[in-house]
């Protein structure tokens, strides 16, 4: 099987409405696919103003608003006919389903049907999101349906060995391969740190900035990150919070750490910029699959602290480039920024441990592990 007998159709419950770690890694994806040959087509939901241009050709299928404040996000409703009419024009042999939502199911149904390879690749971790909205109960259901939906997939791609573990401790039986993250390292790296930016902001070039990077939504830890910079104060250790990105949850978290800075969402090279300008990060989601500002944040020769759990603890050599903490040990993530704060040694240590690990993270290789997986399954069907 070469690329270029690959017909692939690709499903996504956001391919660039809203941006993403997901979404950007489902775009460069694409574009290597469609380098290598391979013709691929997208079905995803969509809005009028996208945020950004998507890569290869799109197809919209019907959504709707998630409930509950998440309106910024759609949830497909299935497969509608004139979906499935394009589907059959396009004539795909095979199907790549990126999140467990109604479409992915339905698009996992018509692989099956038609006998079409199928692969899955998990990009966040759901199961995870109803303990941040008071609704902890329903996680074991959640990790049940997420077995099924992949246990329905020819082939799995992870990000890392820990969210295979995972995966398998849960009863998933097909096989699981890797699919990796790369970063733009013209884009992120250690020259693109900028005083003058920090002082616009209000940040001393001798005050330590203690980073945030990701959307402003509660699922991302924001709760932990205010409680930790709560405690930094109480106990003297000279600090600013530097938050970059925005979400729903802006004003909650605003109120909450009113003396961070601010720096909204970035993007680009202002995005490189932003977050070689912090001293140390630090990330308290324990919803990631990679963390993609984590590899971002060491690419740019920031050490990280964040939580020993999946997306950190295959990226962050604990001691070396960073430190890991037991999630909501608020009293560990305190003690681990003040020892970075307080010993400029270690943190020029693991700042230049980190962004010499980060080197290893390539988006062409990424990508073509899962081309790889491709035309291993295919051979794997012929035969």
Not at 126 to 149: D, H, S, V
Not at 308 to 323: K, N
Request: a neutral charge; glycine letters at 10%; one cysteine or more.
């Amino acid at each position: 099987m070469q690329p270029s007998d690959l017909r692939v159709a690709l499903f996504s419950g956001n391919y660039n409405y809203t941006r993403d770690g997901a979404n950007q890694a489902l775009n460069l994806l694409v574009g290597h696919l469609l380098s290598r040959g391979a013709q691929v087509r997208v079905y995803s939901p969509t809005v009028a103003e996208p945020a950004f241009e998507p890569t290869g050709d799109l197809v919209s299928v019907p959504a709707l608003s998630l409930p509950g404040g998440r309106g910024e996000y759609k949830l497909a409703r299935g497969l509608p006919r004139r979906t499935r009419d394009d589907l059959a024009r396009f004539a795909p042999n095979l199907i790549h389903v990126s999140a467990p939502d109604i479409l992915g199911h339905r698009a996992l149904s018509y692989a099956r049907k038609h006998d079409l390879a199928s692969v899955a690749s998990l990009h966040t971790r759901f199961e995870t999101y109803p303990r941040y909205y008071r609704a902890g109960f329903a996680e074991p259901l959640i990790e049940k349906l997420l077995t099924r939906f992949y246990n329905r997939a020819d082939r799995v791609v992870v990000p890392t060995p820990s969210i295979a573990d995972l995966l398998t401790s849960w009863g998933v039986r097909s096989p699981i391969g890797y699919w990796p993250r790369g970063v733009d390292h013209d884009r992120f790296t250690p020259t693109r740190r900028d005083l003058d930016w920090r002082r616009q902001l209000g940040i001393a070039d001798d005050m330590i900035a203690v980073g945030f990077l990701g959307r402003l939504v509660l699922e991302k830890g924001l709760g932990a990150f205010a409680d930790v910079i709560e405690r930094l104060r109480a106990r003297g250790i000279s600090h600013r919070a530097l938050i970059v990105g925005d979400g729903p949850a802006r004003e909650w978290f605003a109120e909450r750490v009113p003396d961070a800075a601010f720096a909204g969402f970035q993007r680009g090279d202002a995005l490189g910029r932003a977050v070689a300008s912090m001293d140390v990060m630090f990330n308290p989601s324990v919803t990631e699959t990679w963390g993609q500002v984590t590899s971002e944040a060491m690419a740019s020769g920031v050490p990280v602290v964040a939580a020993r759990a999946t997306g950190a603890m295959d990226l962050v050599v604990d001691g070396e480039t960073g430190f890991l903490i037991e999630p909501g040990d608020t009293q560990g993530y305190a003690d681990a920024i003040a020892r970075i704060v307080s010993e400029p040694g270690l943190r020029d240590h693991m700042g230049q441990a980190a962004h010499a690990r980060a080197q290893g993270y390539r988006w062409d290789d990424a990508s073509q592990s899962v081309l790889d997986t491709y035309c291993e399954l295919m051979a794997a069907r012929a035969r």
